[in-house]
């Protein structure tokens, strides 16, 4: 009887066993396993609203503005001022950032940024996000005075340390109406949505 019960808890036992070792070859380990990186949306961030010249700095990686009196450090990664889009990196900044503009593209499959096509910002009327309508990321309709995303661009950022991120502006008014009011509307304010990638390198997905 004894030896009964001894085999039925080694069959148990080797069972089990087995068991564990189908578990553990069919499901890979942590190390293995790719996590979707956060998709991050800034909110109504203001850009020079009071007309006042300055620009509204800004961090990827910490998705934070940054203050005014760290403008000439590598603290941050992109600034907003108007419709101006300047990038941390080039002869006349501090940092290595750079930026491409990708167009008919979208922003929830864009898996790898580019190898090639990358700018600088080499003067302040030679920017890597060119200024003007139809030039990067938006368009002007002088008739109802309404500046507009053009659908399926994504700017390629390469932050002030290296990094990269993909970013697509939403909206350049006030709580992003779907259809703004050119002459009504808060313009100057930004809502964008972005992905970063903090190890360095150009896969944003």
């Known amino acids: 009887m004894k030896s009964n019960t001894k085999r039925i808890l080694l069959f148990i036992s080797l069972a089990l ?26 909110r109504n961030l203001q850009a020079d609203t009071a007309n006042t010249g300055r620009f509204t700095f800004f961090s990827l990686r910490d998705s934070a503005i940054v203050p005014n009196s760290d403008s000439a450090t590598a603290r941050w990664d992109i600034a907003f001022r108007a419709t101006t889009i300047i990038i941390n990196g080039g002869p006349i ?48 309709n002088q008739q109802t005075n309404v500046i507009s995303p053009i659908p399926g661009v994504v700017l390629g950022i390469r ?16 709580n992003a109406p779907a259809n703004p009011d050119g002459f009504a509307d808060r313009a100057r304010v930004y809502t964008f949505r972005y992905v970063f990638q903090p190890n360095g390198s150009r896969t944003v997905k």
């Open 159 to 174: 932050t002030a340390d290296g990094r990269y991120a993909k970013l697509q502006i939403l909206s350049y008014y006030l």
């Open 17 to 42: 066993t087995g068991l564990a070792c189908g578990e553990s070859n069919n499901n890979p380990s942590g190390s293995q396993m790719q996590t979707a990186l956060p998709v991050r949306t800034i």
């Open 93 to 140: 900044r501090f940092g290595q950032g750079g930026a491409v503009v990708l167009t008919g593209t979208d922003f929830n499959t864009l898996e790898t940024l580019p190898e090639t096509g990358w700018r600088v910002d080499s003067s302040a009327t030679s920017l890597a996000i060119p200024v003007g309508s139809g030039r990067a990321w938006y368009n002007y």
